[in-house]
């Protein structure tokens, strides 16, 4: 496990705010040379703490207006592999999230949707006639606080 000292941690905040910031930005923020801020920076990258940055899209701007969990309980664990379940739910296009978990339910899925109409599509048409799936429990974003 990699040592970290507040610098890093400064800087790790200011990326998770905003991950697209330059070495210079970066710097500036923490205060730090644009060349010292760099080295860190690929420090935190080398070591596997930084693993990317990623692109944030607005949804509602893409025409996604609904955002819906699921928790997903296979049916017959024995008889359909979580391999092939995996590949078909990472196969629809409107599945963000793909996570394996302990609980009741065995899969939690983030799927969007244009409305709740292409929602029930998208449930009834790809989701409920995925290898192995037995219930499933829907629960719809009513807003993001964090």
């Known amino acids: 496990m990699m040592e970290l000292d507040e610098k890093d941690h400064a800087i790790l905040a200011a990326l998770k705010k905003d991950g697209s910031l330059n070495a210079g930005e970066v710097g ?11 080295r860190r920076v690929r420090r935190l990258e080398e ?11 607005n ?3 893409l025409g ?3 955002v819906v969990y699921l928790g997903v309980k296979l049916a017959a664990k024995g008889r359909v592999s979580l391999e092939d379940f995996e ?14 978990v302990l609980g009741i339910y ?5 799927v ?8 029930e599509r998208i449930l009834r048409r790809r989701i409920m006639t ?3 799936v037995g219930e499933i429990e829907s629960n719809v974003m009513l807003s993001e606080v964090v």
Request: glycine share 8%.
């Open 28 to 38: 500036r923020l923490v205060g730090l040379t644009q060349p010292s801020a760099w």
């Open 112 to 119: 969007v949707a244009e409305d709740i109409s292409d929602f």
């Open 106 to 110: 065995d899969y939690r899925l983030k």
């Open 64 to 66: 996604f207006d609904v």
């Open 87 to 100: 590949r078909a739910v990472c196969a629809i296009p409107e599945v963000q999230l793909v996570q394996h």
């Open 130 to 132: 995925l290898p192995g």
């Open 47 to 57: 070591g596997g703490v930084i693993l990317g940055r990623r692109v944030r899209l």
């Open 59 to 61: 949804k509602a701007a």
